[in-house]
């Protein structure tokens, strides 16, 4: 793809498209205002014993002279000297120090809408404009035209860093037996890549998208698309379905990689799969209903290794899924990017491919394309027996996963707007509820928060759990006959507030969680012994985020879903829409404390709850309710 220098770039944009590295550092909190949120954040959710027990532990961190003062001056330095202080210690933490599978435990989906393929020639058509949207968009990248992102809801306006957009189509993530590697191919080391891998019957094909400096048309994808497909049907010519290994654990699968890095036909077939664009993986038909959960399913795992779960190659950051019986969407690795930036990719793919010309004419030159190549792979018994494990962890992961999809129909953002409040503090309190109702109890809560208006930055965490929330949720569920009516609007105000301030200093770069693991990873470079603050329970506690969530909006008809964190968990992913709000709810059928069935049923009555209590108890502007809808959880139409 071609690539313009920087001087070029501002002529053509009247700017240079470096402007985001204008952005200012991270700031580094406060040592004293992050300890004292750290307590008042926690104090609520351990017993008196141990909150008394902690305080103590973070006195003598504090303490004048002490090793947190030492620690934050350490910070200080570092920030000066980096362009973002967290950044590398947040990414090893969150994703590559990780040793679990990505399939379900870090890999999220986005799912499109269904398509009804007529016929072969009709799905590989859609794939081949799919994939020319991924050069289009490419090329947006490569010649830095893609417009600058601004913030949107608190704070709106502030532009953001773009940064992660560049990792999207040129990242890779290595396996390594205790750490991965972030790899990001750069332009002034090796050529951009000009070829895609496209995934059939477990089999892996190199499809050049840019031949004699040409992009490829739709037509010529096509026809290559279709060689494709009849390779991969020739029973005599299938292979091992490698792919499995990368949904293996990531020790597991650094060692099987070394095997076969031993043979030169492994090697270069790795080469080629660790530095091309994307994945596209054209899935067999699964069988199944396609319903939302089904099909969000198909796009987290695969539906196991009998199915299309060897279809795959996870390690690299975007996989494009076409099913054969219309299951679309993306799975992304999700070390280089954050959610919104996987968004804002896929509406532009859903919208080249609308606004694209239904039909295609072929090149030409299709008759001297070089035919599509399968990779070859040589497997040792070792690798065999790498194989089978790695079927098996699989199957596991696809039998423990409980998932539902839960459209709430009764309201959307456009009633919360009207009774002045925020749609996401709103639902974050909600899910309080519905976690209280389940479990008679709050617990670390993670909600992510963009802090893009600084330079590299990621995310921190919204830690939603507030002693409002504690205050609202007992008296919605266990004082129903104590608290009156206006006193239960004036709880929800007050847990509504607490979570848009605590917003406001996550997305200004005052939230405690970046801080406290900046400071955690300086004290193990520094000290002999980790300092007591980090091995306390409380802060162990603080840390397993037993409810995980996001707020991932779209514009276009499709959303986006992932696992829990911890086994005793639930991942909650929703969509605020202006007249409904869809949610995915994931936990684990292991664990005999969580059901998402029911969580999502609990996420039902908390928002009617609410909403009935606005409706008759809150000052502001009003909007009636619809009628309550009880219709299937699974077989709507988001």
Wanted: charged residues 25%; glycine residues 6%; contains cysteine.
């Amino acid at each position: 793809m071609p690539v313009l220098k920087k001087s070029s770039l501002e002529k053509a944009n009247g700017k240079s498209c470096e402007d985001t590295e204008a952005l200012p550092k991270l700031p580094v909190p406060p040592l004293p205002q992050t300890m004292d949120m750290y307590l008042r954040c926690m104090k609520h959710l351990v017993t008196e014993e141990q909150y008394r027990k902690s305080k103590a532990v973070v006195e003598r961190f504090v303490a004048p002279g002490g090793m947190g003062e030492m620690l934050q001056q350490k910070l200080l330095e570092r920030r000066e000297k980096t362009e973002n202080w967290v950044h590398h210690y947040w990414l090893d933490d969150m994703y590559l120090n990780n040793r679990l599978p990505l399939p379900v435990n870090s890999s999220p989906a986005v799912i499109f809408p269904r398509h009804n393929f007529q016929d072969v020639n009709d799905h590989l058509r859609f794939t081949a404009n799919l994939i020319s949207g991924v050069l289009d968009y490419k090329t947006m990248l490569d010649l830095h035209s893609l417009p600058v992102d601004f913030a949107r809801g608190q704070l709106s306006g502030h532009p953001m860093c773009m940064k992660q957009y560049y990792g999207l189509f040129s990242s890779y993530r290595l396996p390594g037996s205790t750490k991965d590697t972030l790899v990001a191919q750069e332009s002034s080391i090796m050529p951009e890549p000009e070829h895609i891998i496209v995934a059939c019957n477990n089999q892996f094909f190199v499809l050049d998208v840019v031949i004699n400096f040409r992009r490829l048309s739709d037509g010529d994808l096509f026809t290559q698309l279709l060689k494709i497909v009849r390779l991969a049907g020739n029973e005599d010519e299938r292979l091992p379905p490698i792919g499995l290994l990368t949904s293996d654990g990531r020790a597991e699968w650094a060692k099987a990689r070394e095997i076969l890095m031993k043979d030169s036909t492994n090697r270069d077939s790795l080469d080629m799969i660790e530095r091309c664009m994307c994945i596209v993986c054209l899935d067999s038909p699964t069988g199944m209903e396609l319903n939302d959960t089904n099909r969000a399913l198909q796009l987290l795992h695969g539906g196991g290794y009998d199915k299309n779960g060897a279809n795959r190659w996870y390690d690299k950051p975007m996989q494009f899924v076409v099913g054969r019986d219309g299951v679309c969407g993306t799975i992304c690795e999700h070390s280089p990017f954050d959610g919104i930036v996987l968004v804002q990719c896929t509406e532009h793919l859903l919208k080249y491919m609308k606004n694209s010309p239904k039909k295609l004419v072929r090149a030409d030159s299709v008759s001297e394309l070089p035919a599509p190549r399968r990779l070859r792979w040589k497997c040792s018994p070792e690798i065999q027996g790498h194989l089978g494990s790695s079927a098996e962890k699989l199957q596991r992961i696809v039998n423990n996963l409980d998932f539902t999809v839960y459209k709430f129909k009764s309201y959307g953002k456009e009633f919360i707007k009207k009774q002045k409040m925020s749609p996401d503090a709103f639902i974050q309190v909600a899910l309080q509820l519905a976690f209280y109702r389940c479990q008679r109890r709050l617990v670390p809560t993670y909600e992510s928060a963009s802090i893009r208006r600084f330079q590299r930055g990621r995310v921190d965490n919204i830690r939603s759990s507030t002693a409002e929330a504690l205050d609202f949720v007992k008296a919605m569920v266990d004082g129903e006959s104590k608290k009156t009516g206006s006193e239960k609007m004036t709880r929800l105000r007050d847990a509504i507030m607490a979570q848009t301030n605590y917003t406001i200093l996550a997305i200004t770069g005052m939230a405690i969680d970046n801080h406290l693991l900046a400071l955690r990873e300086l004290a193990q470079e520094q000290c002999k012994e980790l300092p007591e603050l980090f091995t306390d329970e409380m802060y162990l506690a603080s840390n397993r985020f037993i409810l995980s969530t996001s707020q991932v909006p779209t514009t276009m008809d499709m959303f986006c879903c992932y696992g829990p964190v911890v086994p005793d968990g639930y991942g909650s992913c929703y969509n605020p829409q202006p007249e409904h709000i869809l949610f995915c709810i994931s936990s684990f059928r292991a664990c005999k404390e969580t059901s998402s069935t029911n969580f999502a049923k609990a996420v039902e009555e908390s928002l009617l709850a609410m909403g009935d209590l606005c409706m008759k108890y809150n000052t502001n502007p009003q909007t009636p309710l619809k009628e309550k809808k009880t219709g299937s959880q699974n077989g709507h139409k988001p």
